[in-house]
């Protein structure tokens, strides 16, 4: 089972910057498709962006498209969403999440359903002040 954390999360102005990252352990990195969703306070977890396991599939929600990038390095267990133009509606608790692929799926597009991920990090803060 992967074993996954969140950093980078803070407080920042609209139209600033934030970089998340997401540190995993365990079975291979490559093994699983990624996901970051987020949650707001009295709203359901929503589908932010997601990455196939070989880098290659990338997915975003239409309200982040345009600003949000996701990107991933297998050589360090890692993958990032870097978030550009924030608005004061992104903020939330940001999780990553991975699904387990086998090889020969490894360029899949990992699920937008947050049930059908495998693990999940503690989640980190973002705030956007207007």
């Known amino acids: 089972q992967v074993q996954l954390e969140e950093s980078g999360g803070g407080l920042v102005q609209a139209g600033g910057s934030l970089r998340l990252s997401c540190a995993a352990s365990?079975?291979?990195?490559?093994?699983?498709?990624m996901g970051w969703f987020r949650q707001a306070p009295g709203k359901e977890r929503e589908f932010v962006a997601s990455?196939?396991?070989?880098?290659?599939?990338?997915q975003l929600a239409d309200p982040v498209k345009g600003r949000f990038t996701i990107s991933r390095d297998n050589a360090k267990n890692a993958v990032y969403l870097q978030m550009n133009g924030l608005k004061p509606e992104d903020t939330a608790v940001y999780y990553c999440?991975?699904?387990?692929?086998?090889?020969?799926?490894?360029?899949?597009?990992?699920?937008?359903?947050?049930?059908?991920?495998?693990?999940w990090g503690q989640g980190t803060q973002v705030t956007v002040s207007s």
């Open positions: 990455i196939s396991g070989n880098g290659f599939n990338v």
């Open positions: 999440a991975a699904k387990f692929f086998p090889a020969f799926a490894a360029h899949l597009a990992p699920p937008l359903r947050a049930q059908e991920y495998n693990a």
């Open positions: 365990g079975r291979p990195f490559s093994s699983y498709g």
